[in-house]
């Protein structure tokens, strides 16, 4: 017995019980018919007789290519689909312009890959004195990044660090 979703699938020969209700491969109701003359259709068709719902009375099974089943169905589960991360680019007041640029450029990827970038400035010894070097920082930051993404959190602080979140467009 083959599996799909968990559920025990049986296919051509493994259907034991008769009779069984019929649903052709375009999906017209063939009618209840015996197991033997359900897989003697399907095999005219070139094609599988699969189990579809075991529990109904009858059960309902449906002639189906079920290899062709069996791909589309991994196919789907295997679609690509984003999730959103947040990714986060750490800064100093007294970090360099050059080095601002390049985690910028970073976060400037993160964004065009749909992710969201959280921009923290950290605050250390002394530095808290002077706290407004490190808000010039995230607003020139946060400048740079208004065309690749939207502000969704302000600056905060909270402690030694001041952080917000760019969200991507």
Known sequence: ????????????????????????????QLGILSTDDALAKAREAGLDLVEVAPDA???VCKIMDYGKYKYEKKKKTHQHSHTTKTKEIRLRPKTGEHDIDFKVKQAITFLKHKDKVQVSVLFRGREMAHIEEGQKVMEGVIEKLAEFGKLESTPQRTGRRMMCTIAPK
């Open 1 to 28: 017995m083959l599996k799909i979703d968990r559920v025990k699938t049986r296919i051509n020969d493994h259907i034991k019980i008769s009779p069984v209700r019929v649903i052709s491969d375009d999906g017209t």
């Open 57 to 59: 009375k009858p059960p």
